[in-house]
């Protein structure tokens, strides 16, 4: 099992921050070695939401989740690890949650659309 950092480098990791840049992500999961990579913690996790059980409770995995977000950290975007920059403690980049859990690492992504921005409406009018 690996227990190091994994970072990714060269065309791969051109290729990721292209993908971000262009907002197609979804490319990134669809990758072999993603897919695989993904199986394996979610095998080595047994598919349980591990937010979950930090608050003693079971509910099966929906989604491999990188704690260090992969648009911030495209480097890290095939490492199970990562060192926390302030103790240099070597931590799980890779962990299976739930949807809900997922919602809340993600609660940018996840707010209703009529939620995701602050601009004005175009009108003061209320129907």
């Known amino acids: 099992m690996e227990t190091e950092v994994t970072l990714l480098t060269g065309t791969d990791l051109e290729r990721v921050k292209r993908y971000i840049a262009e907002g197609r992500v979804i490319d990134f999961y669809k990758w072999a070695r993603w897919l695989h990579l993904r199986a394996e913690v979610l095998t080595e996790l ?3 939401c591990q937010g979950c059980r930090d608050r003693g409770l079971y509910r099966p995995a929906w989604v ?8 911030d950290h495209p480097e890290l975007a095939l490492s ?3 060192r926390d ?12 949650l739930c949807k809900e859990c ?3 690492a993600h ?3 996840y707010r209703p659309k009529t939620q995701r921005h602050s601009e ?7 129907w």
């Not at 491999?64 to 648009?71: A, G, K, M």
């Not at 920059?85 to 299976?96: A, H, K, M, S």
């Not at 004005?120 to 209320?126: D, K």
């Open 120 to 126: 004005p409406p175009l009108t003061a009018e209320q």
């Open 102 to 104: 997922h919602w809340e």
């Open 46 to 48: 047994h598919g349980e």
């Open 85 to 96: 920059p302030y103790t240099g403690e070597l931590r799980r980049q890779l962990v299976p």
């Open 107 to 109: 609660p940018e992504e």
């Open 64 to 71: 491999v989740h990188h704690v260090l977000h992969l648009r």
């Open 80 to 82: 199970k690890y990562y």
